[in-house]
């Protein structure tokens, strides 16, 4: 991997960002997408820049948020949905999928406004594969 195929999100807050790490992402060239502390959800502009930054690369994305549940477990929910779509998979149980998560990491996605994010992100993906189909 290089360091070209690394993108990372977290939200700066100053006890997850030590001036090593700032740093580190500098000299690599590493980017960095703004994610401001406390906000209750993903961007969708945000969410939308970080997968045409990683679509068709095998390298991983770093999503970090202050508690590495409510918002990073969102993120993670809309991700894991949107790979079962591109896999081809017929059916998709959006809250299964969470449930699957929480039995992982209790807490993964913490509000119902962002599961209603990932809700609306997912549904959002779907349209823009159904306008992309020939008529």
């Known amino acids: 991997m290089k360091k070209d195929d690394i993108v990372v999100q977290q939200d700066n807050d100053p006890k997850n960002m030590l001036r090593l790490e700032k740093k580190l992402f500098h000299d690599n060239n590493v980017e960095v997408l703004d994610w ?23 390298c991983p994305v770093i999503v970090h948020c202050s508690d590495g549940a409510g918002r990073s477990g ?16 017929k059916e998709i149980d ?12 209790p807490g993964m996605v913490q509000t119902k406004e962002q599961f209603e994010f990932a809700l609306t992100a997912v549904a959002e993906e779907v349209n823009a594969i159904l306008k992309a189909l020939p008529q």
Do not use: F, W
């Open 36 to 58: 401001p502390p406390q906000s209750p959800d993903l961007n969708p502009i945000k969410h939308s820049k970080v997968n045409k930054c990683y679509k068709g690369r095998s």
């Open 94 to 105: 959006i809250a299964a999928t969470l449930e699957h998560l929480r039995d992982q990491r």
């Open 74 to 89: 969102t993120y993670i929910l809309i991700d894991m949905v949107l790979n079962k779509m591109a896999k081809g998979a």
